[in-house]
């Protein structure tokens, strides 16, 4: 499988709880994008790395939340202190950023439940 | 201010209609992108189409059409002879590409549930 893959797919915690995602990209893809989605709502930016810069965050990342990319390869979403608010479904994408290249392609999402 | 706005929440309709969903976007940017995805129920997006805004011609695929129209600033999605597969929640996307490093601005989504 070429595409791009999540773990876990599913995480249960308990608030207060520190928990870390895992995002591969595409391979030969070198932007890598993080997103947010509840129930009933599109996803929501937060956060992306060109190879392994963070080059934006946005506002929805609160200091709990912490990205890395450390290679330019794969890339780890952190959240400390896990609050209730923060269950939803946590997107990765990647895209190659060229002419006509640029087009985001989804993992599978890894869903977070905060009790 | 939402960027994109997908008006449709659900819509039902039986198998083998014709069923167009709404986008409409928001930008001041000359150059941008606009998406259409698809999310099953096992919550994978999968990636449908993606028109540049300097392209207006409409694209037929099978059964899937888009219609890109700048003056009402709407790219909006048709299936053709609608099939209980086509069941899922899609989403339309904007990106703005010279701005914020192609970050996508999704709607809300439309929920399509297709009727045997």
């Known amino acids: 499988d070429t595409g791009v893959s999540q773990d876990p797919r599913h995480k249960i915690t308990k608030r207060g709880q520190n928990v870390t995602f895992r995002c591969d990209p595409i391979s030969e893809h070198n932007r890598l994008y993080w997103y947010r989605q509840t129930l009933g709502q599109g996803p929501e930016f937060l956060t992306y790395f060109q190879n392994e810069a963070q080059l934006e965050k946005s506002r929805l990342l609160s200091d709990r939340f912490s990205a890395e990319r450390p290679k330019g390869s794969f890339s780890t979403l952190e959240i400390q202190r896990t609050e209730q608010g923060d269950s939803a479904m946590y997107l990765c994408?990647?895209?190659?950023?060229?002419?006509?290249?640029?087009?985001?392609?989804f993992g599978p999402g890894t869903r977070l439940t905060v009790l | 201010a939402q960027k994109v706005t997908q008006a449709q929440t659900e819509i039902s309709v039986v198998e083998k209609e014709d069923v167009t969903l709404d986008c409409v976007y928001e930008?001041?940017?000359?150059?941008?992108?606009l998406f259409w995805y698809k999310q099953p129920p096992s919550g994978e997006l999968v990636f449908l189409i993606r028109?540049?805004?300097?392209?207006?011609q409409n694209e037929i695929s099978g059964r899937y059409s888009w219609n890109f129209q700048k003056s009402t600033s709407s790219f909006n999605f048709t299936i053709t002879a609608s099939q209980v597969v086509d069941s899922a929640v899609y989403f339309c996307a904007l990106s703005e590409a010279f701005r914020t490093g192609n970050q996508f601005y999704f709607g809300t989504g439309t929920s399509l549930t297709v009727i045997p």
């Open positions: 994408a990647s895209s190659l950023v060229g002419v006509n290249t640029d087009t985001q392609y």
């Open positions: 930008t001041r940017d000359t150059t941008y992108y």
């Open positions: 028109r540049n805004s300097f392209d207006e």
